[in-house]
RNA sequence: AGAGAGGUGGCCGAGUGGUUUAAGGCGCAUGCCUGGAAAGCAUGUUUUCGGGAGACUGGAUCGAGGGUUCGAAUCCCUUCCUCUCUGCCA
């Protein structure tokens, strides 16, 4: 979340900043500096009380001692007041930071300076393209056609088994994913990130920790009894290792990895967007984090961004780069660059990563700090991208690299598998 | 899952209702001493929200949340976690 400080400091600035994801925040603003300054006189208001009760605590612990008894009981009548008052206080108190605490998460990231202004993603900047669009033979077929063919993927057992979107992978299918995630890891290790298998439900403290909560409903499911997330990326999991960590500033630049599942509950969703891998209940995904100092972390996320195109060109996918504009960046992010690779048989961008600086918003609600060069703390900042998301980069595979009898693979990932073409 | 034990500052560890303002130790920081260091001595050292230009100063904080009390690390309730034993299981 915000930090309050900066709030207070120059609150046009981020009535400002956040205009660009088209949000009037004006209220909102207002309403917090008006709350945070009512918290602070009712503080003052409740340690004062609170001092006197203390005060007169210590001098009727003095009376017993001293056997003075009717003394003792004299000031205990006293404190009846005092003690209501305090209740009063401390109440309203916990009142105000509850109203300034909702706000607060209400309130999405500040968009940085050169995001550009706009409501969706038609309005997304194009930053480059790079790779050949492939031509198809006569009988080209989209990747779902293609899976059933091939007997790669069966998406009806799946719904049999589980429900829509939960495929059933199968043999070169299978292997072929397989390959894929060892590919990105092993690929994210030679770039210098720490790989890690974390678990795959989360606690709630996680989920407000990187931002999905509160907001339960739309992405994460939910298992009641025990009261645990299943995670939606590896994210989660991730950066929540660091959660309420206070870093040394040698420590950074911090570098993770992992491949995990990702359950989304996708509510809303429908048409051809869900159709074959296009949008999945359950997919795979391999994921990095940073943790940088806020000084480096523009640079670092540009070095993420060149990590994600070194796959895709690898893997001799054409893809194109976007800025996301105000409007269809992330609640949580900052700046946000998305990746598409061109599926040839759908003739449609696939969206296939999603790179992101998030400053230190989620490290101010992780309290995720570090001792800065005077030694003071100061909230870290984070960073993720997919590196990379299965499902569609396998359709997209399978769509452009579709040829008359059968579907060759791309030849970084030949090392992997058992076979070169299926 | 059942039974028992436990959770105190950066770390170890004392503390069963009021000089605890959390003892003592280790570590760390600064100073004295020294040619320099070690040892020794002295001072400081949980975190966090406030007030104050500052020197200073108020509140909260002993796993977390409630409660009893004028007053809680200490008593009561709820909950989380760790360890030991038993059971179950890949």
Redesign the pocket.
Known sequence: MLQ?QKIREDKDLVINRLSVRGLDANILVNSVLEL?QK??ET??K???V??K??????E???F??AGNVDE?NR??EE??L??DNADKLRKSL?DIEKELNDILYQLPNLPHESVPNGKTSAENEIVMSKGDIPVLHKEAKPHWDLAKEYNLIDFELGVKITGAGFPVYKGKGAKLQRALINFFLDEAEKAGYKEIIPPYMVNEASGYGTGQLPDKEGQMYYVSEDDLYLIPTAEVPVTNIFRGEMLKKEDFPIKYTAYSPCFRREAGSYGKDVRGLNRLHQFEKVEVVQVQHPSKSYETLNEMVDYVKSLLEKLELPYRLLKLCGGDMGFTSALTYDFEVYSAAQERWLEVSSVSNFESYQSNRLKL?FKNENGK?ELAHTLNGSALALPRILASILENFQVEDGIEVPKVLHPYLSFDKI
């Open positions: 309050l945070d918290r602070r503080q003052v409740l340690d004062d609170l001092s009760r203390n005060t007169i605590s210590k009727i612990g003095a017993f001692k003792a000031l205990k404190t009846a005092i003690n916990s700090r703390k």
